[in-house]
């Protein structure tokens, strides 16, 4: 059977979203096109995203970086190619995957069970926020996975051993700020100023000053929720609702057909 995915009638379908979505003169038609084609191939994003969960590395986290990788492959991908854009996407957001694994991963690594457990302990936690309405607590953690609030303890220690992802951290690399270089080392593929680090840092800049040094708190410096509330003097019921409508504001950002267009 032929994988729908890279099927010759979705690659056609592919290939005129894309021209309605880089050169409409309606921003509808624009936004319409580019949602369309985001939506075609976010199931090819998550499966390969999917493959590095369970390794240190939130999934959710994940999926954000294989959808941004997917942007950026429709962004660059050349119609002149006989490609078809599922094989030119892969490797694309595979690429990007192992980028922020290698970035992101292990300081120390712990062994295999604990890993796993780290992880079984982080999707609980998002599961049980939802569930109880507020930031649960170790107990609340160890009861739901059968687990002792001890080894809970143990899993969330681990966290300490990841890498932090400051956006503006700088680097051995003369200093710059870690988004600069992200738009230095662009492959230049198709059209050099379509880069994704472009396209992030200007969906940042959109947000408010809260908004970002709450996802600069969140993923760069690894805190709780309840830890943010602490530092912002917040309870952690609204940095929950904050974080879930920054992220919602984020993607919408990103998913502007100003930026497509940029």
């Known amino acids: 059977m032929t994988?729908?995915?890279r099927g010759p009638r979705k690659d056609a379908r592919t290939r005129e979203l894309i021209v309605t979505a880089r050169t409409s003169t309606s921003e509808t038609e624009r936004s319409t096109a580019l949602e369309a084609v985001t939506r075609l191939h976010m199931p090819l994003a998550r499966s390969l995203a999917h493959r590095y969960a369970?390794?240190?590395l939130d999934r959710e986290d994940l999926e954000q970086v294989a959808f941004l990788a997917l942007l950026k492959a429709?962004?660059?991908f050349d119609l002149d190619q006989a490609t078809e854009f599922g094989a030119y996407a892969t490797p694309t957001i595979t690429g990007e995957l192992r980028r922020h694994f290698r970035d992101h991963g292990?300081?120390?690594r712990p062994p295999r069970g604990l890993q796993e457990r780290r992880q079984l302990v982080t999707d609980a936690?998002?599961?049980?926020?939802?569930?109880?309405g507020h930031e649960p607590t170790q107990?609340?953690?160890a009861t739901s996975l059968d687990l002792t609030v001890e080894q809970v303890k143990e899993a969330q220690v681990a966290s300490t051993n990841l890498r932090p992802a400051s956006l503006d951290a700088t680097t051995t690399d003369g200093g710059r700020p870690v988004l600069d270089l992200v738009d230095a080392r662009a492959d230049h593929q198709t059209d050099p100023g379509l880069d994704e680090g472009i396209v992030v840092r200007t969906a940042?800049?959109?947000l408010s000053a809260r908004d970002q040094e709450i996802i600069e708190l969140r993923f760069a410096h690894d805190m709780t929720q309840a830890e943010i509330a602490q530092?912002?003097?917040?309870?952690?019921?609204?940095v929950s609702r904050l974080l879930r409508r920054v992220l919602a504001e984020l993607r919408e950002h990103l998913d502007s057909p100003e930026l497509l267009s940029a």
């Open 3 to 5: 994988d729908p995915s």
């Open 54 to 56: 369970g390794k240190g």
């Open 74 to 76: 429709i962004r660059r």
């Open 106 to 108: 292990w300081l120390v």
């Open 125 to 132: 936690r998002t599961r049980l926020e939802q569930t109880l």
């Open 139 to 141: 107990a609340d953690l």
């Open 204 to 206: 940042l800049k959109r």
């Open 231 to 238: 530092t912002m003097g917040l309870s952690a019921m609204q």
